[in-house]
């Protein structure tokens, strides 16, 4: 991989990035694990400007309808999550002469708090050609991070790191974007019949370049800086206003509402042992071979049929925007013994092929490297793109699913990706439960899909088993001969990792908005060595710990499972207010709380005056006073909210294991407790409306 500097180029072809397609990724990390920034990219004509507003890509414009942009969305990865671009040079119009790719922060939040901030570029097997950090942001709420620009007819990579005090607002008005500006405006986000760029309206009139342009005085300029090419791109100079007609409808950056799918009309059974004719039956299957045929024909067939579906899973791994075929019982010649994947999908685009093999597995059955390994040979002879492994198990950046060896000397490169039957279920639940299906047939198929998946005997229930170190491991926990340096401790916490992002999977396409894992790895930290810090505090103490970040949630939820006392711990802060008096402050937090558990812990947090007053709720509901520490001298903080509940101790997915355990305790206290939780009122703005359960 390539390293870069600010202000440094590179010709892609140099990189050995010569197919055209590309993902970018753009990655932060957060020490308090709080915060969210925004991707988005703009196509700029040789005048530095966009041709249309349709040049700008973001959250209400993600994808372009010729496939050459296509915002992917959060991928979670080691250190928490990472915003993915997918773009194909080839299909770019020729009047595109740069690609500019930038992120914002929401409200003009400073990219000053994150930590880790990094651009990376792969090609289309996933192997990763460039990097590029940036360590020196501060006060800035948008950052253009880099370019892709044509150069005598060569593509090349620039390293830029400019940043903007003005948002997103300000970064797309500079390129020739007339912007109605409501992220800057607290409650922008969300409008009903906002005006994004897709959806709503949009603008009847678009800037043309170098004209209509609105003063720029008030936003910063980035420095101009220079590189091998010549000066690095600044904001382009302020042309005069020309006269019109009537002034352009502008670009509204607030967040669209979705638009949920139609409410199902009430059933005409007459109790509920009436069971409804599914097209995918699962209560026939009584082999893993059966369940394993079944579940990878009628995932295929969907995803050849929902566009939607079908993009969303393969969009990450390379493949372009195009018509989908795919195929079951291919038979493939391979030496002597041909080999018959579970699968074959097959994306076609200006006549140009895609092609990946799918090799999947149900229940608990393991991928086995040879016969992955097959895969990768006869796909690398064929010219195919990808090997797709598809099972229960979980992905960790760092940790292949199955050891596969790559022959460098051939120049056709074959990515091999993972794909958990949890984040199936994931990307159909946020297709038909929260962002809807305009085709009502495609609506009906994802909803047949998504019941076959979730049935008990489908065999594709996600991440089910803790592995085989994990009894030996809490034996060891328990009579106290667990040692330091246990290479079965580093497994353990590997199989923790795992399970903590199939619950966010589940919980955030139960919820529709992002919810992700929080990794507090410090700056440059591998992998490996965060892994056995962690399992050198298993060891240590018996406890594995998490961070769940839940979007628009009053804070990270804390999951604690504790294996020497066999006590899992599901706890959330909830900060004290900047007005007010501290007996209001907790006579508002247990009104909030009127619904939750009576066994909720409740602790109030001080400012280094020792523990605060605790109690149970239902204690605390008569006398919420109990909350203020005596004599009135320490000042309040805030309060820990926790569930406590016993962990379960077999290794698998039965009902009283531990992988269930967590998972239900989890979504619990979310229901219960964290999604009734106001954010506390602050100067100048009123408290936000309460979520609903």
Known sequence: MHEMAKGA?????????????????LSWTSPTGEGEADVSVLL????GKVRDDEDFYFYNHPAAADGSVELLGQTLTESGSEDRIRVDLAVLPPQVDRLVVAASRHLRQPFGHFEGIRLTLDDSSGERLLGFSITDARSESAFVFGEIYRRAGEWKFRAIGQGYDSGLAGLATDYGIDVEDDEGVEGGEGVEGGEGVEGGARPTAPTAPGADAP???????????????????AAPPTPAAAPTAAAPRRVRTARKKVTLPAVPKPSLAENDAWHGARLFPATTLKSDREREVRATSVLLSVMAQVPELGRRLTAGFGAPAGRME???????PHGETPRRPDGVIRVERAGKR????VESKTNGNPLRAQQVQDYMDIAARRGYEAVITLSNDVAL?????????????????VGLWHLSWAEVTYQAQMLIRHEGVANPAHAWLLQELLHYLQHENSGCHGFQNMGAAWVPVRNGIDDETLCRGDERAVQVVESWEKLVRQVCLRLGGELGVKVVPVQRARRGEEVGARRAALAEQLCEDGRLCAEIRIEDTIGNVSVVA???LGKLRTSVEYPAPEEGYPLSWAKRLIRQLATAPADLHVETLT????PGPRGTLERLRPEPGDLLPKGGTARITGFRLTLVKSVGSTRGNAETGFIRTVDGAVQRFHSSVVAHLEPPARRGRPAAAPKSG
């Not at 700029?44 to 005048?47: H, N, R, S, T, V």
């Not at 795919?326 to 493939?332: N, S």
């Not at 895609?354 to 093999?357: D, F, G, P, R, V």
């Open 562 to 564: 504790d294996l020497k």
């Open 9 to 25: 180029n590179i010709g892609l072809a140099e990189l050995g990035g010569d197919s055209g397609s590309y993902v970018i990724g």
């Open 44 to 47: 700029l004509g040789p005048d």
């Open 607 to 610: 400012d280094g005056a020792g």
């Open 326 to 332: 795919t195929f079951t019982e291919v038979v493939l």
């Open 354 to 357: 895609w092609t990946a093999l």
């Open 397 to 413: 950046d760092g940790h292949p699913i199955v050891p596969v060896k790559v022959d460098g000397r051939r120049k056709h490169k």
């Open 215 to 233: 003063d720029r005085a008030a936003a910063p300029v980035p420095t101009s800086k220079t590189g091998a090419d010549g000066p690095l791109p």
